[in-house]
């Protein structure tokens, strides 16, 4: 069974940063495309950034383009977040996800992902 445990969120003025971290249990998490989704209220779960098990592959909703970094260490059964230059429309329940097809790429879809942890509140002030 695959546990997933987020950490990091929390309250940050506009402007500020944040890194939020995973931590899987899985035993196939090297394998494993792994991604971050956020929700915040009244809105759909939406794709953030994806990346693949080797690190190579990223992707990113074009909203953090350029502001959010994933990465990952399969030597520590972790994949990590870096957000800077929050805006208050980043407010929101981020998730990280795990994608158990084998595949060298990496999927948006929240509905291609297999396990979910908890999600991690991150609030962003004006």
């Known amino acids: 069974q695959v546990q997933l445990v987020e950490s990091g969120g929390g309250l940050v003025q506009a402007g500020g940063s944040l890194r939020l971290s995973c931590a899987a249990s899985?035993?196939?998490?090297?394998?494993?495309?792994m991604g971050w989704f956020r929700q915040a209220p009244g809105k759909e779960r939406e794709f953030v950034a994806a990346?693949?098990?080797?690190?190579?592959?990223?992707r990113y909703a074009d909203s953090v383009k350029g502001r959010f970094t994933i990465s990952r260490d399969n030597a520590k059964n972790a994949v990590y977040l870096k957000m800077n230059a929050l805006q208050p429309e980043d407010t929101a329940i981020y998730y990280c996800?795990?994608?158990?097809?084998?595949?060298?790429?990496?999927?948006?879809?929240?509905?291609?992902?297999?396990?979910w942890g908890q999600g991690t509140q991150v609030t962003v002030s004006s």
């Open positions: 899985g035993r196939t998490f090297a394998s494993d495309a």
């Open positions: 990346i693949n098990w080797s690190g190579i592959v990223t």
């Open positions: 996800a795990e994608d158990l097809a084998r595949s060298d790429g990496v999927r948006t879809h929240p509905q291609a992902y297999d396990y």
